[in-house]
Antibody, heavy 121, light 108 residues
Framework: EVQLVQSGAEVKKPGESLKISCKGS????????IGWVRQMPGKGLEWMGI????????RYSPSFQGQVTISADKSISTAYLQWSSLKASDTAMYYC??????????????WGQGTMVTVSS | EIVLTQSPGTLSLSPGERATLSCRAS???????LAWYQQKPGQAPRLLIY???SRATGIPDRFSGSGSGTDFTLTISRLEPEDFAVYYC?????????FGQGTKVEIK
């Protein structure tokens, strides 16, 4: 069974750093793009960016470029989303999702369960 | 950058009725690279439709997608109780990819 399992909820203070994870299983981790999607409380979905774990080719939405870093460690089939300095406005649910085909331009067909990040002083 | 506008914001219908959701793009979506997702409270989104009209694995045939260019439609032929949820469209044909703001289908 293809699965994406995300790390648990986080509570952080403004200015702190954070790295959340998304572990893939049941498929060839290096052969499919993985994306990250933000959902702020009570709001819609926002496409943040995608990474190809095979060669770490990464594409960002302009809205998130420079604000977060997407990476992957293919040796442990895990993708990451990290912040160097969190802001209260980063409070949101973050989903990782698997692109359904081998190209970056495709829909997300498998989703992780989400990681809730709360940033509060 | 393509902006997707979904309408209506909320659709109030009864079980058994037909639901028609619209997604309009600010520019043509290349190769009909348009998907629809369903999200229920407390759950991750679920892919329903990709390529504008292809149903994802396990999706009932009461869900159908249509459209091309800038105008796309998700139709639920007869609403089941489990279909009341929020629906999002997504264009993945050009960068940056983007989602619409969502349509909530609620019980009337």
């Amino acid at each position: 069974e293809v699965q994406l399992v995300q790390s648990g909820a986080e509570v952080k203070k403004p200015g702190e750093s954070l790295k959340i994870s998304c572990k893939g299983s049941g498929y060839s981790f290096t052969s499919y793009w993985i994306g990250w999607v933000r959902q702020m409380p009570g709001k819609g979905l926002e496409w943040m960016g995608i990474i190809y774990p095979g060669d770490s080719d990464t594409r960002y939405s302009p809205s998130f470029q420079g604000q977060v870093t997407i990476s992957a460690d293919k040796s442990i089939s895990t993708a990451y989303l990290q912040w160097s300095s969190l802001k209260a406005s980063d409070t949101a649910m973050y989903y990782c999702a698997l692109v359904r085909g081998p190209r970056p331009h495709d829909a997300f067909d498998i989703w992780g369960q989400g990681t809730m990040v709360t940033v509060s002083s | 950058e393509i902006v997707l506008t979904q309408s209506p914001g909320t659709l109030s219908l009864s079980p058994g009725e037909r639901a028609t959701l619209s997604c309009r793009a600010s520019q043509s979506v290349s190769s009909s690279y348009l998907a629809w997702y369903q999200q229920k409270p407390g759950q991750a989104p679920r892919l329903l439709i990709y390529g504008a009209s292809s149903r994802a694995t396990g999706i009932p045939d009461r869900f159908s997608g249509s459209g091309s260019g800038t105008d796309f439609t998700l139709t639920i032929s007869r609403l089941e109780p489990e279909d009341f949820a929020v629906y999002y469209c997504q264009q993945y044909g050009s960068s940056p990819q983007a989602f619409g703001q969502g349509t909530k289908v609620e019980i009337k």
